[in-house]
Structure formats: C-alpha cells, structure tokens
C-alpha cells in the first residue's frame, strides 16, 4: 500500500493548516490535547464547526445525494488529524458515526432531518451504551424500551452511565432492550432529544478531570420515527459505529505533539550539570518512543486502507487503538521517570516541567482504555476475529 498522499491530499493538508492559522484561538483549541478530549462546549466552538462546514469540509466522503463531497476517505482523516494536532474541535460523532451509520441503515426522515445539519455543523450528538451492569459487555444493556400503550413510540425506563457530551450535546444516540429473551437479537438503536421530559443528567468526573454523567429515563418517550434502522437490529449496527468511533476517536496527533514536546524537554534539560539528552537511557527511551510512534502511524494507516475500500475495519481498528492507547500510556510513564519527582506537579504549579502536561497525561490515558471499549474487548476481538480463537467464558 502506498502511504504518501497525492499533490491533491497534500495541498488540502496545507489549506487545512493556513485555515488553523488564521482560526487560532485560545478558545477553540487545547494547546495540550489528548486523544478523547472533546467534552467541553462552547460558542466559540460551535462557530468553529460552523467554519469547517461552511468549507464543506463536514461529510466530504459522504455521497453527494447527502450533501456530501464524494471525495475520498483520506480528506476526513487529513482533517480530523490536523484538527488533533492544535486541540481543535472534531467533526468525529456526528459525521464519522451517527452520519456514516444512518447513510447506511437510517429512514429517508432520518437522512432528510439529520444528514444536512451534520454537515451545516450545527447539531452535536452523546452516545449511550454503557450501563451499570453492561460496559465492557455492551449487549448487556437493560436500559428497557417497551411499546407506548397509545401506540406510535415507545418509553424508556432505566439508566446510561459514561455518557460524555450528554451536558452539552442536543441529541442522544443510543441502545435499548426492545427484546428481553434475546440478548445481542433484541437490542434496538434510538435518537432521543436531551432536553425531552423524564430524562435526568447528572455529572461524573474522571481521573482525567473532565467530565462525563450518568442519564437517568422515567417513561420517556420516543418515536417511532426516531428509531434508527430496523427494531431489534441495533446491535449490529453499534458494533458498526464503535469500529467507526474507535478511528474516529483516536487521532495519532495528540500523541505526536506529545512525543514532540518531550523531546524538546529532553532536549534542552540538565541534571547534575550536564545535558539530560547524554544520559544513555534517555536516549533509549526516547528511541523507543519515536520507534512504537511509527507503528503506531502504520497501523493506523492499515484502518484507513480498509475504510478506504468502504469496509468497516473492525479488526484493524481495535488493532489501532489497543497499541494506541498502551502507547500514550508507555509515553506518559516514561516521561514522568526521565522528569523525576518534578513531573508529579500538576499543570499551572510553579516548576512543573512542560508546564505539568505529562501529569495530566498520565492519569488521562488511563481513560482514553475505557472511550469506544476497553483495551480487554480489543483484545477479544482480535483474538475472535482476527486470529479466530474461541471465546472464553
């Protein structure tokens, strides 16, 4: 496979860059990004989105019926992945999930009503699958959705933990059980409105310090309209949109610009008098980093050759983001030991090398494991699917 882009790809990277440039803005970028970090929403940030839309930058390798560009899948990572790179919003849920899943699965209503505001930039979406007792075993979800007594819907009762985005976002994609004696054959996929009545958010902060809530449903109401897809189906279509997420979610930018500014740390830093960048295991750590960072860039490139033949990479992409997420690990540990006690100071305290980054990387990488299914059902799936092992239980 041939990984260099084209005089075309690379002249919409440029354009891509010159539009970041001109749009920097304190209040639309991270300065410090990580992979999952996009649970704040702002104003500003909604205009930003705005401006990539007005680009037609939103749903470029959509078909153009919907709106869509029709261009290769590569623009959609060249983006995403510029966007990652100066902490800037990403176009990630609506366009690479929601949007991919309903072009292929959703009503006409559904395509009319949602596909054109994904791509204006004016709607953001949560999803909700995780629950008390079905996390890393998503088809455990008991979140029950039972038929309307006056018929044309359905009401949800029970409980979503997990979900990011649920504070801000204007709709709510998520699984139901509309089957109580069928577990992966009785799960049904729903858009639901955040602000309909009986539905209760309440916030959860991770070690990361962001914030994601807990969604309590007392009888709410939705649509038949509003189901996405054929009752009972939404199984099928959520493994679906998690291989999507899994891509969609874990651009390798954040951790480049890491890699990046720990290199420049080692750099310039003395201990005892003499440039940390002699001392022979800094050499080999940072070695080893800028060695696994280029695997990382490949396996990477393996998930986008596949969504580029319009397949969905299933196996490829848990492939990518089980080596991505240890690998943000591995740079988090290894810069916190070559900083030393220093690199325990949090961001914004006096002294804190690179101004406490890698402190909070640490303990924010154990969250991007859990973001789009842990690093364990990685592994099953590549066990499973990949090299065709049996299932334990």
Excluded at 35 to 54: I, N
Excluded at 147 to 175: E, Q
């Amino acid at each position: 496979m041939d990984f260099d882009l084209t005089p075309e790809e690379q002249a919409f990277e440029r354009e891509v860059e010159r539009f970041l440039a001109e749009n920097r803005s304190p209040e639309v970028m991270d300065p410090n990004p990580e992979q999952l970090s996009q649970t704040v929403d702002t104003p500003p940030k909604r205009a930003f989105m705005r401006k990539l839309a007005e680009r037609g930058w939103l749903g470029m390798s959509w078909p153009g019926e919907y709106g869509g560009g029709e261009l290769s899948g590569i623009y959609d990572f060249i983006l995403t992945e510029a966007l990652s790179r100066h902490g800037a919003p990403q176009p990630g849920k609506g366009v690479g999930i929601v949007g991919k899943t309903i072009i292929r699965h959703g009503s006409d209503k559904l395509k009319s009503e949602f596909l054109p505001r994904i791509a204006r930039g004016e709607i953001e979406f949560a999803i909700g699958y995780s629950e008390p007792q079905a996390g890393s075993d998503a088809a455990a979800m008991a979140l029950r959705a039972t038929r309307d007594p006056k018929g044309g819907g359905w009401r949800l009762n029970g409980r979503k933990i997990w979900t990011t985005s649920a504070h801000f976002a204007d709709w709510y994609w998520l699984g139901a059980r509309t089957d109580p004696d069928s577990k992966h054959g009785g799960i049904t996929l729903f858009l639901l409105r955040l602000d309909v009545p009986g539905l209760t958010i309440l916030p959860t902060y991770t070690i990361g310090d962001e914030r994601t809530n807990e969604v309590f449903f007392d009888d709410v109401f939705v649509s038949d309209d509003y189901v996405v897809g054929q009752v009972n189906r939404g199984w099928g279509y959520i493994c679906e949109a998690l291989d999507l997420e899994r891509f969609a979610m874990m651009p390798i930018g954040p951790l480049e610009e890491k890699a990046r500014a720990l290199f420049d740390y080692l750099r310039e830093e003395r201990r005892d008098g003499q440039p940390l960048r002699r001392e022979p295991r800094v050499r080999s750590a940072a070695a080893q980093i800028a060695t696994q960072l280029r695997v990382a860039q490949l396996l990477q490139r393996r998930v986008i050759g596949e969504a580029l033949k319009d397949r969905v990479p299933s196996i490829e992409s848990s492939m990518y983001k089980l080596y991505m997420n240890e690998l943000g690990q591995r740079v988090a540990n290894w810069a916190l030991d070559l900083m030393g006690a220093e690199g325990q100071l949090k961001p914004g305290a006096e002294g804190a090398p690179v101004g406490g980054r890698f402190e909070r990387s640490y303990r924010y990488t154990v969250v991007d494991t859990i973001g789009g299914g842990t690093s364990e059902i990685q592994k099953n799936i590549i066990a499973n699917r990949g090299l065709g092992l049996p299932r334990s239980y």
